[in-house]
C-alpha cells in the first residue's frame, strides 16, 4: 500500500465530518499540552530534576514514582534495573528547555526522555498547567 499523506488527511477530515467529532478533537490534534516520560536511576536524582523544572517554571505538576523496574539493552547485553519514573506535565513549548535541563541534570549518558500530545482532559487542569509554566 503506497502512503499518501492528502488522502490521510482527506479521510481525517471525512471522519470528523461524518462522524459528529466536535472541532474540539481537531484542535487536540495539535495540542499544546504535554506529558513527559522520563526515568531517573533513583528517587534522589528524580526529585533533584523535578525541582529543577519546578523552580524553571518549566512544569506545573510531576509525579514520582519510585521503584520502576526497567529491562533495557545497553551497550550490547539487556540491563535489569530498578529506576524513578516521573511524569512531567507542561506545555509543548517547553519540550526543548525540559530535554535541556533533564540531560544537564541525569547522570546517565541517555536519559529517557519521551514526550506525549494531551489530547483531552479536564479544561480547567489544562488551564492550571499554563497558568503555572512559562
Known amino acids: 500500500m503506497v502512503y499518501n499523506r492528502n488522502a490521510r488527511k482527506e479521510l481525517q477530515v471525512n471522519l470528523v465530518r461524518n ?5 474540539r478533537v481537531k484542535e487536540r490534534e495539535m495540542s499544546e499540552y504535554r506529558v513527559v516520560l522520563a526515568t531517573a536511576s533513583n528517587v534522589a536524582e528524580a526529585e533533584k530534576i523535578a525541582d529543577c523544572l ?5 512544569a506545573a505538576c510531576i509525579n514520582i514514582f519510585e521503584k520502576v523496574r526497567s529491562r533495557y539493552w545497553w551497550e550490547g547485553k539487556i540491563e535489569k534495573t530498578e529506576e ?5 506535565k507542561t506545555k509543548r513549548e517547553n519540550i526543548g528547555k525540559i530535554i535541556e535541563i533533564i540531560k544537564k541534570e541525569h547522570s546517565y549518558a541517555v536519559p529517557e526522555i519521551i514526550a506525549l500530545p494531551i489530547m483531552e482532559g479536564n479544561e480547567d487542569y489544562l488551564k492550571w498547567i499554563s497558568k503555572e509554566t512559562k
Do not use: D
Request: zero cysteines; hydrophobic letters at 45%; aromatic letters at 0%.
Open 84 to 88: 524513578a519514573l516521573m511524569i512531567i
Open 19 to 23: 462522524t459528529g467529532l466536535s472541532n
Open 54 to 58: 519546578l523552580n524553571n517554571k518549566q
